[in-house]
């Protein structure tokens, strides 16, 4: 009743809101009538005519503005162009595929058109043709010349709609660009410099990753700003891509991992569970054929517990009597008071795993048979105890308890690293299928995308998981990864000043669109009625009777000359129907990811008469079948589906491939009790029940509508669970966001900078202040530490300053720190007065970018750390991200500082160009050349090649009065420019080349 209100008033202000952008459409048509009459050039000279009016508006909010005003005329321009187009009937390839234009747009393709402009989500079915829609606000908003971005699920698509759309924008005078996953950056840039660019959600962040993360010049970058974005299919994108964030990843400096230690004990491990496992299940059945219920049910939920996936279990779970059997076993060791049962239960185990956490934990007997010597190698020591145990001894001094707790944080880091390895392997085991989550290829382990069915190349699971599996499956384990750049697909969105969406499915998941991205739904009636007739589910005990009866309803279609589309969840499902078909003989083609190159074509034959196409869910996003002749006397398309997805929107997007605009078309899902969703999170006393009353004989189906709302709130329970898990990516996401704006924006100004002197300088105004402080503010009784500052000031910077120069008991904190400052920018300039200026500047940027780039790595490798780490900390009935939130913030104070600190410690320890360097040495009357090279290039500055040595280090020779002997000091010179050849362009930027630029006088 609450839904059916809520729904009328949500309704009408969608309605009421559509009803005030009539206007518009009307005007834009009235425009259309007008443009008739003109000439091809007069229709595209306008575009020229407003790019340069619109140049000349500087502010983006004031070109908005005008936007707005001339946005019905230029709406109509583009309707216009498009039937010329149609009228023009000329054949031009997209995809490799002859095509030709035929569309114009309808009043509520510019409803949407509009909707999009205004920077909201435009829902409109599928098949509605929304990739004409988009070209409306895509060249109104292009026509600012800042660039404009519609994103789209994949590579596919994105050239697709590129090559297609690109038709009509070539006629108006625009450009468009096209990412794909394998172009180089040169490349990429220019497709990025055109007017449109098209591309894929992760081609974007990853770009967005290496343009501020890694570039370090700006011809190094390749894109241009983020003004204004349309998301296509913005639902899979802002929500189902939202959990897995993109992470660009380098080899780390050290391997901990040791999955190929314990790859063979864990498989035995396996083993000897599963064989466990396989005899609880036989003597399971024994005590059921005996009557003994309750046993029986009590053996098999241990089976549960220890492999979820086991055949018996899985064949016993369609008996209605074991079912529910097993289910009060369950349902009553998860009381309370049963407890330590239930812990009794898991020991007999070797070790438990959770399909629907995706958690594994071992048992007793588990750890005993891992290592025999010392089971509590896998138990994590509580540590708060131990700290507090030895905080409480008196008979230890600080210094000891430091020491001993450090010993003990030690070995529970060991312990837990362990046990991580152990868990991954056994989820790797136990949980991880291939041709389900994964696919072999090269000799590499190659997510499949659990939506999708799109192979995921060069993504990999986080947290070891994917080394278990490399391990599991015998190829090339790669060595362990540090995160050099990461974001989540959710915070690169938000850059966009302006962001805009189109799905078929977006109404479900309107709140979450609303609260973390701002977006407003509006929901686009369609052109004509939908034609689409959804069947009733039909639900069957086993995989095997609902193959069986998919294949028979091919046949029939096949016969009837009725194309089918058949959509599976996996890979292996997509291969056993394809393999039944050619015991059949019904020919047929199949699109997965194995095989997604012949995908355009594929696409295109689907909808001819009598074709079967067996497909992942890849076909279920954007992918426009067309019927063949006479298709549409025969019923249109039918689609079916093989399973239910978790997401209610992934099945609506796959019954959506037919039925568009208008045409016939129907769909069915078909399911199984053996279905992973089903078994997960079906309403499983329910559904036995139904079961029971209706006596479901081998081969026979269920269908009624009651039936399929079991099934979607199955699919409701799952959707909720994946928002929070979302949620909770993104929560600990933005902790990173702020930090990585902060870094990125520091970045981008040097790298901009015309100046980058005046960035040196604030960085020696704000860090040497804060160095004076560190050593000067004396606390209460103590005095400050004169000795300890001076050291540092020489040891950092070239000053050669003693005691009795420096006289720093005689200022105050600040005004030494003023002094301090003078000298350094005085040295300063001297010692850049010898270099060349534009090769000066790019060491000045290059010394801040180095700084920042390491440390920011280095830091984020810490925050990996810390998050697992905060997870620990749970136990300790604490709030993660709470905890999280506090330490990030604190580190990232000290990255900030840590930054400064270390571009100034390179500042006199760098140089474009020895000669100078060693000129200005030379001017430098309190140091003294030595001959000899004292000492090897520290570990972290390796020198390379004659000019980089030191010719002989510096000395500072700081004969300080009283004769107390002599101070000397070792700068070794650290290779802060790239290493260039002598015939490679000069890394100053002056573009001669480097034997005859900086590499002249070296
Ligand atoms: N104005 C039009 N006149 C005629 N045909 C049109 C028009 N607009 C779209 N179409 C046709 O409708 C079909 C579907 O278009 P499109 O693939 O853009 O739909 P969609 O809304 O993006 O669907 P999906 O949600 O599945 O991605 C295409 O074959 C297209 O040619
Ligand atoms: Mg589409």
């Known amino acids: 009743m609450v839904g059916w209100i809520l729904k009328k008033i949500l309704g009408s202000k969608n309605q009421r809101e559509l009803k005030r952008l009539m206007p518009i459409v009307h005007r834009t048509n009235e425009f259309d009538e007008q443009f008739k009459s003109l000439s091809d050039e007069a229709l595209r000279a306008k575009t020229a005519i407003w790019k340069e009016e619109l140049a000349q508006i500087p502010e983006l909010e004031d070109q908005w503005k005008r936007l707005d005003e001339i946005l019905p005329e230029a709406f109509a321009v583009v309707k216009n162009a498009a039937r010329r187009l149609k009228d023009r009937q000329d054949t031009f390839t997209v995809c490799d595929q002859p095509m030709k234009w035929d569309m114009v747009h309808f009043d509520v393709q510019l409803l949407g058109g509009v909707v999009l402009h205004r920077g909201r989500i435009a829902e409109m079915a599928t098949g509605e043709g929304k990739t004409l829609v988009a070209t409306l606000?895509?060249?109104?908003?292009?026509?600012?010349?800042r660039g404009v971005h519609l994103v789209t699920v994949n590579d596919y698509l994105a050239r697709r709609d590129a090559e297609w759309m690109g038709r009509l924008y070539d006629f108006?005078?625009?450009?468009?660009?096209?990412?794909?996953?394998?172009?180089?950056?040169?490349?990429?840039?220019?497709?990025?410099?055109?007017?449109i660019t098209y591309g894929t959600n992760s081609e974007f962040g990853?770009?967005?990753?290496?343009?501020?993360?890694?570039?370090?010049?700006?011809?190094?970058?390749?894109?241009?700003?983020?003004?204004?974005?349309?998301?296509d299919e913005v639902d899979s994108i802002l929500i189902d891509e939202a959990r897995t964030p993109l992470i660009i990843s380098g080899p780390a400096t050290i391997s901990t991992h040791q999955y190929d230690k314990w790859k063979p004990l864990i498989e035995q491990l396996v083993r000897k569970q599963n064989m466990l496992c396989n005899r609880l299940a036989s003597e399971a059945?024994?005590?059921?054929?005996?009557?003994?219920?309750?046993?029986?049910?009590?053996?098999?939920?241990?089976?549960?517990?220890?492999?979820?996936r086991n055949k018996q279990l899985l064949r016993m779970m369609e008996d209605p009597d074991k079912r529910r059997a097993v289910d009060k076993a369950e349902l009553s060791f998860y009381q309370d008071t049963r407890k330590e049962e239930l812990f009794a239960l898991k020991e007999e185990l070797f070790f438990t795993i959770d399909e629907k956490s995706n958690e594994s934990d071992l048992s007793e007997q588990g750890r005993n048979f891992l290592n025999p010597d010392d089971p509590n190698a896998f138990v994590l020591p509580d540590l708060i105890n131990e700290f507090t145990?030895?905080?409480?001894?008196?008979?230890?001094?600080?210094?000891?308890?430091?020491k001993r707790k450090a010993e003990r944080q030690q070995h529970c880091d060991a312990q837990a690293e362990r046990i991580h390895n152990i868990s991954q392997l056994l989820r790797a085991y136990c949980l991880f299928e291939k041709d389900v989550q994964y696919v072999i290829e090269e000799n590499k382990v190659v997510i499949v995308d659990e939506f999708t069915g799109r192979k995921m190349p060069g993504r990999r699971w986080s947290d070891g998981l994917h080394q278990a599996v490399e391990a599991k499956e015998g190829v090339q384990i790669d060595r362990e990864t540090q995160t050099l750049a990461t974001i989540t697909i959710q915070n690169y969105f938000r850059l966009y000043q302006k962001l805009a969406g189109m799905t078929g499915t977006a109404e479900t998941e309107a709140a979450e669109f609303h609260d973390i991205y701002k977006l407003d739904v509006n929901v686009i009636p369609t052109n004509r009625p939908v034609a689409r007739k959804d069947h009733n589910d039909r639900i069957y005990k086993t995989r095997r009777e609902k193959y069986s009866a998919v294949i028979n309803e091919i046949r029939d279609c096949h016969t009837r000359e009725q194309p089918v589309l058949v959509g599976t969840v996996s890979v292996e499902a997509s291969e056993l129907l394809s393999r039944m078909l050619k015991r059949e003989k019904i020919p047929h083609n199949v699109l997965n990811a194995k095989f997604h190159m012949q995908e355009a074509e594929i696409v295109s034959r689907a909808g001819q008469p009598g074709t079967v196409t067996i497909s992942t869910n890849m076909a279920g996003r954007g992918t426009d079948i067309k019927l063949g002749a006479s298709v549409a006397d025969r019923g249109?398309?039918?689609v079916i589906g093989t399973e239910r997805h978790e997401a209610r929107r992934i099945d609506r997007q796959l019954r959506g491939r037919c039925a568009r605009q208008g045409d016939p078309g129907s769909s069915r899902f078909y399911v199984s009790f053996e279905d992973d969703l089903m078994r997960n999170f079906g309403a499983a006393d329910r559904m036995t029940r139904i079961m029971e009353r209706f006596g479901l004989e081998e081969g026979q189906e269920l269908e009624h509508r009651w039936l399929n709302k079991s099934v979607e709130t199955a699919q409701k329970r799952v959707e909720q669970r994946n928002y929070l898990i979302r949620k909770r990516t993104l929560d600990f996401d933005d902790v990173m966001n702020m930090q990585r704006e902060v870094v990125y924006t520091y970045r981008n100004e040097t790298i901009e900078s015309e100046e980058p002197r005046t960035l040196i300088y604030e960085v020696i105004d704000e860090a040497v202040p804060a160095k004076v402080q560190e050593y000067l503010t004396a606390e209460r009784d103590e005095e400050p530490n004169y000795t300890g500052f001076l050291n540092w000031v020489n040891t950092t910077f070239p000053l050669g300053l003693?005691?009795?120069k420096a006289q720093f008991e005689t200022r105050s904190v600040d005004e030494n720190a003023q002094f301090l400052i003078g000298k350094i920018k005085d040295a300063y300039e001297r010692k850049s007065s010898h270099e060349e200026p534009s090769a000066v500047k790019s060491l000045e940027r290059y010394i801040i970018l180095?700084?920042?780039?390491?440390?920011?790595?280095?830091?984020?490798?810490?925050?990996?750390?810390?998050?697992?780490?905060?997870y620990l900390r749970g136990y300790a009935q604490k709030d993660p991200l709470i905890e999280y939130k506090t330490e990030a913030y604190d580190m990232f104070v000290e990255l900030m500082a840590n930054i400064k600190n270390e571009v100034l410690h390179n500042l006199f320890r760098s140089t474009s160009n020895l000669q100078a360097f060693e000129n200005f040495l030379a001017t430098l009357p309190q140091f003294l050349m030595r001959e000899h090279a004292p000492t090897a290039p520290t570990a972290n500055a390796p020198a390379r090649g004659r000019q980089l040595q030191p010719v002989g280090a510096m000395a500072a020779v700081g004969g300080d009065g009283d004769g107390a002997g002599e101070m000397t000091l070792d700068l070794p010179i650290r290779r802060s420019m790239p290493k260039v050849g002598r015939n490679e362009p000069c890394p100053c930027g002056s573009g001669k080349k480097y034997k005859n630029c900086c590499g002249r006088v070296a």
Not at 207 to 231: H, K, P
Not at 389 to 402: A, G, T, V, W, Y
């Open 137 to 145: 606000p895509l060249y109104l908003n292009a026509l600012t010349g």
């Open 206 to 231: 990853f770009d967005y990753l290496r343009d501020n993360g890694m570039a370090t010049t700006r011809e190094q970058q390749v894109q241009r700003g983020y003004y204004y974005a349309i998301v």
């Open 802 to 804: 003693t005691k009795e």
């Open 636 to 638: 249109g398309l039918f």
């Open 389 to 402: 145990e030895i905080d409480l001894d008196p008979s230890l001094s600080q210094e000891e308890k430091d």
């Open 850 to 870: 180095n700084a920042i780039d390491r440390l920011w790595q280095e830091h984020l490798y810490a925050m990996d750390a810390l998050r697992e780490g905060v």
């Open 172 to 195: 108006l005078g625009l450009t468009v660009g096209c990412i794909q996953h394998d172009q180089e950056p040169d490349f990429r840039r220019e497709q990025y410099a055109m007017d």
């Open 285 to 308: 059945l024994e005590k059921f054929e005996q009557g003994d219920v309750e046993t029986g049910g009590r053996l098999m939920f241990k089976v549960k517990l220890g492999q979820p």
